[in-house]
């Protein structure tokens, strides 16, 4: 039987404080969309950097109380920013502004922002943008758009495959856009953003720019050719962890673990060996050989991880996911420099 108070300290581990995103926000009827430079954030969101994400409170006031921010797209990715913005009291509900293309009004379920059925119109009324729609739709969202792009307007792309080169040249040459490679953990404050800013992109937009990702987990830049390798690793990366979560907590199962805590506590373990690696800076290898005694049961579990070809399978995942990137790069116009 697993101690009760072992369970306790299992389920406390993995508690998220989640927010009441039960407030109806107010459509805005904006004369003017001031720029967000005319905005200083009140306070930093401290506390929802990766590290202490899971355990802190929002932040009381929202960080930025008059940026608004505008999502083409409501799917999955749009669910984890605008979740993990609004979790991190970043920007005002009735500020978030999400567009709702092909679903009437009454099937729309969520609370947590301001829905609008029409792309041109969330463009007009957002200050920055985020196109979070599949990569092969993100042309034609952005040809319904461009005439009411405008100059202080800051373009977001979080599309896979695309880069701040294809993505400048189908805006005017001044607008300034941003391609970013996101997670979803930036759903619960640890998502893993890196971003390729374009040529417009001033120094208060990055600045910007890395307070929206880094509210909602470890933000970095890179060159745009870097991003499809980006996508390989970190972005389905999770789906790599949640997969091996589920046969590490089968294997438990097997063995007669009950099927609950066989989950929490591969997922526990998941995210102190993750906490391990960015806390001591060693070497995972080394985190390894610590872990492994001489004849003991973890070199044994070692031994047929390396027989089964883990490893290989493992950067096998990362190769076919940065090459279906680059695949939708190319679809999409990206020429061979960015790739
Ligand atoms: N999911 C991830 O883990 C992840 C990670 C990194 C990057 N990304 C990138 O994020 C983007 C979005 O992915 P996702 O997983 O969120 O996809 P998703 O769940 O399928 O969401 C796409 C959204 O776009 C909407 N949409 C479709 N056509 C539209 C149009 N013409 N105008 C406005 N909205 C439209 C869809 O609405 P309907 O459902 O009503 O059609 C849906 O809400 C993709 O480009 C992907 O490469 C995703």
Redesign the pocket.
């Known amino acids: 039987m697993f101690p009760r108070k072992m369970h306790r300290v299992l389920s406390f581990a993995i508690k998220i404080n989640r927010r009441n995103l039960n407030t109806t926000p107010t459509f805005l009827q904006k004369t003017k969309r001031p720029s967000y430079k005319e905005f200083e954030p009140l306070t930093r969101s401290g506390g929802t950097k990766c590290e202490t994400a899971l355990y802190t409170e929002a932040v009381e006031l929202p960080v930025y109380p008059d940026l608004t921010i505008g999502f ?9 920013l605008a979740g993990g913005f609004l979790k991190a009291n970043l920007i005002k509900p009735e500020n978030l502004l ?6 009437e009004e009454d099937e729309i379920q969520e609370e947590d922002c301001v829905k609008i059925n029409s ?1 041109e119109e969330v463009v007009r009324q957002a200050q920055v943008v985020i ?5 092969h ?2 042309e ?2 952005i040809d ?1 758009i461009l005439p009411y792009v405008e100059e202080e307007h800051l373009i977001i ?6 880069k701040t080169e294809n993505l400048q040249s189908k805006f005017s040459p001044d607008t300034k856009v941003v391609c ?5 953990p930036s759903l619960v404050g640890c998502g893993a953003s890196v971003c390729s800013f374009g040529e417009n992109v001033t120094d208060d937009d990055k600045v910007l720019v890395e307070k929206l990702f880094t509210t909602v987990g470890m933000f970095s830049t890179m060159p745009d050719k870097q991003l499809d390798i980006v ?1 390989g690793l970190s ?2 990366g ?2 790599y962890a949640f997969i091996a979560m589920e046969a590490l907590s089968d294997g438990a199962v097997r063995m007669g673990m009950p099927r609950d805590i066989a989950t929490k506590l591969s997922a526990q373990m998941l995210m102190g060996a993750a906490k391990m690696v960015l806390e001591t800076g060693k070497h995972p290898g080394e985190l390894k050989d610590a872990v492994c005694s001489p004849g003991g049961t973890t070199i044994a579990a070692v031994h047929s991880l390396e027989r089964n070809g883990f490893r290989a399978t493992l950067m096998d995942a990362v190769e076919a996911s940065t090459n279906k ?1 680059k695949q ?1 790069g190319a679809e999409n116009g990206s020429s061979e420099k960015s790739n």
């Not at 999400?98 to 679903?103: D, G, L, T, V």
């Not at 792309?157 to 695309?162: I, Y």
């Open positions: 083409l797209g409501h799917g999955k990715m749009y669910q984890a999400a567009s709702y293309i092909n679903q792309n196109i979070a729609v599949k990569p739709v993100v034609s969202v319904q792309s979080v599309a896979a495959g695309w970013v490679a996101p997670n979803t996508t972005g389905s999770p789906a990137a939708l």
